[in-house]
């Protein structure tokens, strides 16, 4: 008599994505939807108090004076507030790809504050270069160039040309012909963005080119610490859907 036939299904992830990109796309639909649906006076009030306004850091603006940890609140919150349906949109996908490589990589608590701090820092690199200025910037696109900054560092090279020595965390060096390539197209686009005032608007600006390059810079650099702080946390992980590690490999690279 034959026993039970048992079934091993291979279960994948919705389109491969972890969830905690799906949540964090989820808040920002949410911060956008309770943004869009108040009254507009109160959208006014969200913009003074949660936008990026670098003039509220250099000595006021529009009767706001910023003391204290709140100081601090701004260079978050504009992360989780969009202009509209496009900018919500474009963000969400541009997340999508290089968050999903991160949030393998790093695991959850890791990819949020990583999203957090790259976000922040982007914001601070827009302070110093627009300081005083009275243009609002909202948008979670810097935090999500330092999340492609590091999915840069993790992924394979584009062509077998920009193959290099991974570091001891599987990481490509700052140096490698790969980060060096896209370093160099990520700044000459958002420079381009910047002198030609392509995709922005009046009044709140959606798309701050400092930003980005900040945001990107911040993610190379911090690639490596947080994927030490991944190692001791939970083991090395592979950015690879499967979450396989194959480090121990000796005929393979770490992360092919």
Same mark, same amino acid.
């Given at each position: 008599?034959?026993?039970?036939?048992?079934?091993f299904?291979?279960?994948?992830?919705?389109?491969?994505?972890?969830?905690?990109?799906?949540?964090l796309? $989820?808040?920002?639909?949410?911060a956008y939807?309770?943004y869009?649906l108040?009254?507009?006076?109160?959208?006014?009030?969200?913009i003074?108090?949660?936008?990026?306004?670098p003039?509220e850091?250099?000595?006021?603006?529009?009767?706001?004076h910023?003391?204290g940890?709140?100081?601090?609140?701004?260079?978050?919150?504009?992360q989780?507030?969009?202009g509209g349906?496009?900018?919500?949109?474009?963000?969400?996908?541009?997340?999508?790809p290089?968050?999903?490589?991160?949030a393998r990589?790093?695991?959850?608590?890791?990819?949020?504050?990583f999203?957090?701090v790259?976000g922040?820092?982007?914001?601070?690199?827009?302070?110093?270069?627009n300081?005083?200025?009275?243009?609002?910037?909202? $948008?979670?696109?810097?935090?999500?160039?330092g999340?492609?900054?590091?999915?840069f560092?993790?992924?394979?090279?584009?062509?077998p040309?920009?193959q290099a020595?991974?570091d001891?965390?599987?990481?490509?060096?700052?140096?490698?012909r790969?980060?060096v390539?896209w370093?160099?197209?990520?700044?000459?686009?958002?420079?381009?963005?910047?002198?030609?005032g392509m995709?922005?608007?009046p009044?709140?600006?959606?798309i701050?080119?400092?930003?980005?390059?900040?945001g990107y810079?911040?993610?190379?650099?911090?690639?490596?610490?947080?994927?030490?702080?991944?190692?001791?946390?939970?083991g090395?992980?592979s950015?690879?859907?499967?979450?396989?590690?194959?480090?121990?490999d000796?005929?393979?690279?770490?992360w092919?």
């Amino acid at each position: 008599m034959n026993g039970p036939v048992q079934r091993f299904e291979s279960r994948q992830p919705l389109f491969l994505v972890p969830w905690p990109v799906l949540v964090l796309i $989820g808040l920002l639909c949410t911060a956008y939807a309770a943004y869009a649906l108040a009254p507009a006076d109160l959208q006014q009030k969200l913009i003074v108090h949660y936008a990026l306004i670098p003039a509220e850091y250099a000595g006021g603006a529009y009767g706001v004076h910023l003391r204290g940890l709140w100081r601090m609140v701004p260079l978050f919150s504009y992360q989780f507030m969009h202009g509209g349906l496009e900018h919500l949109g474009i963000n969400s996908v541009w997340l999508l790809p290089f968050g999903s490589v991160v949030a393998r990589r790093y695991g959850a608590s890791l990819f949020f504050v990583f999203f957090l701090v790259c976000g922040a820092l982007g914001a601070v690199v827009h302070l110093i270069a627009n300081w005083g200025s009275f243009a609002a910037v909202i $948008g979670a696109s810097g935090a999500i160039s330092g999340l492609m900054g590091a999915a840069f560092r993790m992924m394979e090279p584009i062509m077998p040309m920009l193959q290099a020595p991974r570091d001891s965390h599987g990481l490509l060096p700052l140096s490698s012909r790969q980060i060096v390539l896209w370093s160099v197209l990520w700044i000459a686009i958002n420079v381009f963005a910047g002198l030609t005032g392509m995709g922005t608007g009046p009044g709140v600006q959606m798309i701050a080119w400092q930003v980005h390059i900040g945001g990107y810079f911040a993610g190379l650099l911090l690639a490596g610490p947080f994927a030490a702080l991944a190692d001791l946390n939970g083991g090395r992980r592979s950015p690879n859907k499967d979450w396989p590690d194959r480090s121990r490999d000796p005929g393979r690279g770490p992360w092919r």
